[in-house]
């Protein structure tokens, strides 16, 4: 394989990719006068067109992708993005429309936006939202922002968030930008919430308890209802991570669990695609008592029209500039409109389905460090491997040997050596099985052959990097040689 | 139609390994009390083609695109070569996750690293990140950052900085102990440094300023980071137009700290508003502060160079609630469009395309004050958007051009209640000569 060159030392000068058409109206040169110009983009790429494709070309060719195999990754919920829906957001009127549109000639696409804002409501039984967040953990900050704006209402906005030990590190990252201080909740030996815990650490200084169900181990928290009662007692609030609503959809909504404020991972549970790390989407619902202080605009449907409504007193503001990611969401919208309410139940079930296989698959091999019953995904640990010094790192590494794309890795925090293993719904048995024998070929080599392991990966594009050194090298940029220290 | 692969022959044998007769079993967990007894309240499913009516439905409802419109204001429609469509949209560039697979994941590590690159030569800064979700959020993050950097309880934000971006900012910073306050403009439309002057004190974090402003007008950077500084504080550069870095001098060679913007310039349509690009760019000093991914450069076992994402103990997912930023997913994609855009560009092509959105902004501005009931609202210099003020009533205008086929620009009275009557034009290097004329003309008409 050619090793692709940064597209810096390829450049030379002079050479071009694109023209814009003539200028068409009178050049002045006055009108830069009092203007502080730049003389040249210094080290700024000069290429052709075809060094454009083949370099982009050859790039895209290292990367593992949903579109070439089984991506197992936990909490990611890596499930098949539906082309037919890149299509379908792709459409000229979508993509050329203004955010400062007049709203009487973007009705299509206020349309859009309080229909998913309905449905998403159904699916949750939530009742009102907000497609704002652009992600993840923009949502939880938002989620935070309307529990801790409705508690200074009522006179205390109090100062402490519980948050499971189970949890992903975007929930206490955003409860922290809230304002608030975390106190961790220990998980119990079946990986849940201790409701006695939780009860002890319940004081009328607790804003909210932060949970993700199910849980990051794949557990279904079915406490969920007195968890709440105890919350809801002493005067906070629930909010859910829904990050893991693959497992739920059509079967359970958090708002039948008494949760008051959920987020979706539009770019996890509604199929749209990752894209290398985003875009994503991260929509907000509420139950009434919360919805005042949903973010500016909310879109408003008066008189067969759609309308903008930024008259809202209580409003905690904006979290980022227009409608969110309208595009994303138009993806989300074409999803639910081709599975139906059936295809959507269907969802859960195979991805639990598909996940329970491949636990009981390798629970011989892999050590499961909670026996508890699991959902959509299942975290194994690198225990059994250790005794030969293989670690989840290198049983990651080595499954990439195999085509495959490894687990998750970084948490949860409460089982050492995590490989977070989520399916998703759309893999195949034959994938599935690939996964299996791989992994139980690993299993294997980690006893007989633990160095093959160990030094994994041994045929992707580059081996195993070292990530101490970029941490200390610091090398976060090209220079023109000669210009590396200034 | 669902997306699943599974035969009902796979699903038998594989509830037969697992040792159930029915999927239902496996819900068992789940209280009865908090399952749906009955089917969601969606509609049916669609084909494919039902699918692709029932958006061209909800796309005719739009009639934007039949306009010829000057609206602008954080949102710029600009050409985009083919090529970024084509590249951008290759599944091996779409379907993968954050490159956490540093060794399955080069190529999305590499854009990373050469966007981070791109964006540090036109802001003439050290570093830079792999993005974030957009100009405003990312003015809010460069606060907090200038804000965990200096502890101080003060930042002053320009009133010419856009009202979203305040509005995000503000949102963004009311839980942490940070006072906005705001800093006026002058009659030449750029930040008041006098009043700038009299608000700055030692207990300032941070000034921000953007540039080209609101208003279009471009500030004086210089100057207001030179004030910043000697006052102690750290100076926060925003950018919504960042095809001006293709004529203007870069931030950092003008004494910024901290620039951050919007990307959707480079190749990324308007797209209703998202999704967008927010860029970060900072010196190195302040790298541990620094929010978000970062890609860097090392090499692997065979000695070979290869990029990884690395400082990941600032991060969410290491350090938890002391993280630099909550924010994990970001707007990779669009990171990769900007980077084909810029490359296709090329040094050349930016300079180009800077040069004339304002030579066609220009001669707008020139054509519309010359008319009837239009003055020039400011005197600053201008790259690709202006103000004008209309002699009559700005709603009456609007209609008559409305009826003309024509959107004039943005009324931002409804943000700056003493600029009632006026009109924020923005003209690109999508505009025809002919279609400013037309402005013109028709403006003239109704006036």
Not at chain 1, 286 to 298: D, M, T
Not at chain 1, 349 to 376: C, D, F, G, Q
Not at chain 2, 22 to 32: G, H, M
Request: charge should be negative; hydrophobic fraction near 40%; proline fraction near 5%.
């Amino acid at each position: 394989m050619i090793r692709e060159p940064l597209i810096f030392e390829i450049s030379e000068k002079g050479k071009r990719a694109f023209s814009l058409p003539e200028l068409d109206v009178p050049e002045k040169k006055d009108i830069l006068k009092n203007l502080p110009l730049r003389k040249e983009i210094m080290g700024f790429p000069e290429v052709s067109e075809v060094e454009v494709i083949r370099h982009f070309t050859r790039l895209s060719r290292t990367n593992y992708s949903v579109d070439e195999g089984f991506y197992p990754l936990g909490s990611c919920t890596m499930k098949y993005n539906p082309k037919i829906n890149e299509k379908v957001a792709a459409i000229l009127e979508f993509i050329s429309s203004h955010p400062y549109a007049p709203s009487d000639l973007v009705q299509g696409n206020l349309e859009i936006l309080k229909t998913v804002e309905e449905l998403l409501a159904e699916i949750t039984g939530m009742e009102a939202f907000s497609l704002q967040p652009s992600a993840g953990a923009q949502g939880e900050l938002l989620g935070m922002m309307l529990i801790r704006a409705c508690l200074e209402e009522r006179g205390n906005p109090r100062s402490i968030v519980l948050i499971p030990d189970s949890a992903h590190g975007t929930n206490p990252s955003s409860a922290h930008i809230c304002g608030y201080r975390v106190q961790e909740v220990k998980s119990n030996e079946k990986g849940t919430i201790e409701v006695d815990d939780l009860a002890r650490h319940m004081t009328e200084d607790v804003a909210a308890l932060m949970i993700t169900n199910p849980n990051t181990l794949g557990v279904f928290e079915a406490d969920i209802k007195e968890i709440a009662k105890i919350v809801h007692s002493k005067g906070g609030f629930i909010y859910m991570d829904g990050a893991n609503m693959n497992a739920l959809v059509g079967i359970s909504r958090p708002g039948d669990m008494d949760v008051d404020v959920i987020h979706l991972n539009l770019h996890k549970t509604f199929s749209t695609p990752h894209g290398g790390g985003g875009p994503g989407a991260g929509p907000v619902g509420v139950k009434r008592e919360l919805e005042p202080y949903l973010p500016i605009p909310v879109i408003e449907k008066k008189e067969g029209k759609y309308i903008l409504d930024y008259d809202r007193p209580q409003t905690v503001g904006r979290v980022r500039s227009f409608f969110g990611n309208f595009l994303v969401v138009v993806k989300a919208l074409a999803y639910i409109l081709s599975l139906g309410p059936q295809g959507l139940k269907e969802v859960a079930e195979v991805a639990v389905l598909n996940s329970n296989y491949i636990r009981k698959s390798l629970e011989n091999e892999y050590h499961l460090k909670y026996k508890t019953p699991t959902l959509h995904e299942c975290v194994f640990s690198d225990k059994f491997q250790k005794e030969h010094d293989v670690l989840n790192i290198d049983i990651a590494k080595r499954l990439i040997d195999y085509g495959l794309h490894p687990p998750t890795m970084s948490f949860p925090l409460i089982v050492q050596g995590a490989l977070m293993t989520e399916p998703t719904e759309t893999e195949s048995k034959r994938d599935l099985d690939l996964f299996i024998d791989a992994m139980k070929q690993i299993a294997r080599e980690s006893k007989e052959n633990p160095e093959v392991v160990k030094s994994a990966p041994h045929t992707s594009y580059v081996r195993r990097l070292d990530e101490t050194a970029a941490a200390r090298q610091q090398i976060l940029r090209w220079e023109e040689e000669g210009k590396a220290e200034k | 139609m669902g997306y699943i692969s599974l035969s009902e022959k796979d699903k038998k044998e594989m509830m037969d390994r697992i040792g159930i007769s029915s999927v239902a079993e496996l819900f068992r967990t789940i209280p009865e009390d908090v399952k749906l007894k009955r089917k969601l309240k969606i509609p049916s499913p669609l084909t494919e083609v039902e699918l692709v009516s029932r958006f061209e439905e909800f796309a005719q409802r739009n009639k934007y695109r039949d306009f010829l419109s000057f609206l602008g204001a954080g949102a710029y429609p600009h050409l985009i070569p083919y090529v970024v469509d084509y590249l951008s949209s290759r599944g091996e560039f779409v379907s993968p996750y954050t490159p956490y697979q540093p060794e399955v994941s080069q190529g999305t590590l590499q854009v990373i690293f050469e966007f981070q690159t791109l964006i540090c030569q036109l802001t003439g800064m050290d570093i830079a990140n792999a993005s974030l979700y957009d100009g405003a959020s990312g003015a809010a993050e460069a606060v907090l950052m200038a804000h965990r950097l200096k502890e101080k309880p003060r930042v002053l934000i320009p009133l010419a900085l856009h009202p979203q971006y305040r509005k995000v900012i503000r949102t963004y910073v009311k839980n942490l102990g940070v006072t906005l306050e705001e800093v006026g403009y002058t009659e030449s439309g750029r930040m008041d440094l006098e009043d700038l002057k009299r608000k700055l004190d030692g207990q300032t974090s941070a000034v921000v300023a953007q540039s080209p402003n609101f208003f279009g007008v471009v500030e004086d950077l210089g100057k207001i980071s030179d004030m910043a500084h000697s006052a102690g504080a750290l100076s926060v550069v925003v950018i919504t137009e960042p095809v001006s870095l293709g004529l203007l001098e870069a931030p950092g060679a003008l004494g910024a700290d901290i620039v951050t913007g919007e990307g959707q310039p480079f190749g990324i349509p308007l797209s209703f508003g998202g999704p967008y690009l927010g860029f970060m760019s900072c010196s190195k000093e302040f790298v541990r502060q620094f929010p978000g991914r970062i890609a860097g450069e090392t090499k692997d076992v065979e000695g070979r160079r290869g990029f990884v994402l690395t400082l990941s103990t600032r991060e969410q997912f290491i350090r938890r609630e002391r993280a630099t930023s909550n924010i994990c997913t970001n707007q990779a994609l669009c990171a990769l469009r900007a980077t084909i855009f810029l490359e296709t560009l090329g040094k050349e092509g930016l300079r180009d395309l800077a040069w004339q959105n304002m030579q066609k902004a220009n001669y707008a501005l020139e054509k519309l004050s010359q008319a009837k009931g239009i003055n020039r609202k400011f005197s600053g210099s201008i790259f690709n958007e202006f103000v004008i003020e209309l002699s009559a009533d700005i709603a009456k205008v609007e209609t008559a051009l409305r009826e003309k086929g024509v959107i004039p620009g943005l009324k931002i009275g409804e943000f700056y209640p003493g600029l009632g009557n006026c009109l924020l034009v923005c003209v690109t290097e999508t505009h025809k000569k002919e279609e400013i004329d037309q402005l013109a003309s028709f403006l003239e008409e109704a006036l």
